[in-house]
């Protein structure tokens, strides 16, 4: 299957600052790749993915990036607040349609 | 509309007992999971389904069972729960269709003594 690891495991940032998450994917298969935030004791929620077909996207302060041909794809934030505090996940679908591949997981910590 | 729901929120257990997890959807979506959550191990799968009658193997299928025997429902049984399956259950559901958005419900926490 899918393997999929993400960096940091922990991010502290100043309120104001940019905070970026990185994952890398081992299957070239891989054609969407999700960004999920989990705030304390609430469920995964998507907050923004991106197609295979595109190097970019955008939604207001938040963005991902993606490079094929590393196999690596990020999360950006700008402008951080205190309610961006969360665990963010990265994900990737391999080659098992309907399936996803989780990395582990980033506790983003964002200080007033 | 609901979503996708579980029940129950929380469950202790003892060495041994047995339990069924709910899961329910109200989006007629084909794809159900359910996921394991520890600290650090971020999201594990453990079984899914790709449509009622159906069901497969994840990540960490061992000690659990799952049925779906109405596609809006998918449950997950522990038959003889152990410490290590102590954790935060999460159940999903999906279209199914490349790159759609999986939909998570509110999690069960259990804990096994």
């Known amino acids: 299957g899918e393997n999929v690891e993400q960096h940091p495991s922990t991010l502290s940032v100043q309120e104001g600052d940019s905070a970026v998450i990185k994952c890398t994917y081992s299957d070239s298969a891989s054609n969407y790749f999700p960004w999920y935030k989990q705030e304390l004791g609430k469920r995964p929620q998507l907050i923004i993915d991106?197609?295979?077909?595109?190097g970019e996207k955008k939604d207001q302060r938040i963005a991902v990036t993606l490079n094929k041909t590393a196999k690596h794809f990020s999360l950006h934030i700008t402008e951080t607040q205190p309610e961006d505090s969360a665990v963010y996940f990265c994900?990737?679908?391999?080659?098992?349609?309907?399936?996803?591949?989780f990395g582990r997981g980033t506790q983003l910590t964002v200080w007033p | 509309n609901a979503g996708v729901t579980q029940t129950p929120k929380f469950r202790v257990l003892k060495t041994g007992q047995s339990m069924t997890l709910l899961c329910a959807q109200d989006m007629n979506h084909e794809y159900m999971y359910w996921y394991r959550q520890d600290p650090g191990m971020g999201l594990r799968l453990i079984h899914y389904s790709v449509g009622e009658g159906t069901t497969a193997k994840g990540e960490v299928p061992d000690g659990y069972n799952v049925s779906r025997l109405k596609k809006q429902n998918f449950l997950l049984g522990l038959e003889s729960a152990a410490p290590s399956q102590t954790s935060v259950y999460f159940c999903a559901s999906s279209s199914g269709l490349a790159g759609h958005e999986q939909y998570f419900g509110p999690g069960t926490r259990l804990t096994v003594t």
């Open positions: 994900a990737a679908p391999g080659r098992a349609l309907g399936r996803l591949y």
């Open positions: 991106i197609r295979s077909n595109v």
